[in-house]
């Protein structure tokens, strides 16, 4: 069987951009990853994907916010589950909100529901853009070279490509490990700094 992800670039090289555009608005950590991974094994130009993967979640997150500006107070299940999620950490989000959201940036499911309460609680669009970009800048430049750099450790040759998406697949999930973890720590951070006023 030959690589799923080469059978793809052959058959259109543009797909590949276009499906990593896409989905970094739903899925941002792991995929992210993953971007970085086949970046290191050809099939991504970094020239191209590292300033397209930034303005997919730059725009992706705009899109969230305006979600919750105009769909945040309407309870419907999906908002209503976004907003508990959140909610606990109102008083960052306004006050604090280039730290957290940053820090919901590696907890995982905490981001899209914090970006959305953001827009819910009617923080401003510049200062949402700014903690935004200031976000994207720290994730992209932690989880792309991670992601390259696990790609970088497994030298495939052309007669071992169909290997690509198991080396990949053993990559992905020691990176969900590590994302568990580290996940749960920055969750445990922002939880101890909502019990004590903001500065």
Known sequence: MESLFLYVFLINPFLLYALAAVGLVFEANTLLFTIGFLTEQGLFESSIIIPLAF???????ILWYVYGVLWGNHWNPYSKVMAKLASPFDS?????????????K??????CA??????TLRVPFRRFLLADIITAVIWMGTIWPL??????LFAVTASELRYVEIIL????LLFL???HYLSKFFKKKLSS???SPPA
């Not at 303005?55 to 997150?61: D, E, K, Q």
């Not at 697949?169 to 992905?172: D, E, M, N, Y």
């Open 55 to 61: 303005l997919s979640t730059i725009v992706g997150n």
């Open 92 to 104: 960052q989000i306004q006050h604090a909100t280039i730290s957290t959201v940053a820090l919901t």
């Open 106 to 111: 590696f907890v995982y499911g905490l981001n």
């Open 114 to 119: 914090a970006i959305i309460r953001a827009g």
């Open 147 to 152: 992601g390259y750099f696990s790609g970088g």
């Open 169 to 172: 697949l053993i990559a992905v």
């Open 177 to 179: 490990l590590a994302k």
């Open 193 to 195: 700094s909502s019990s």
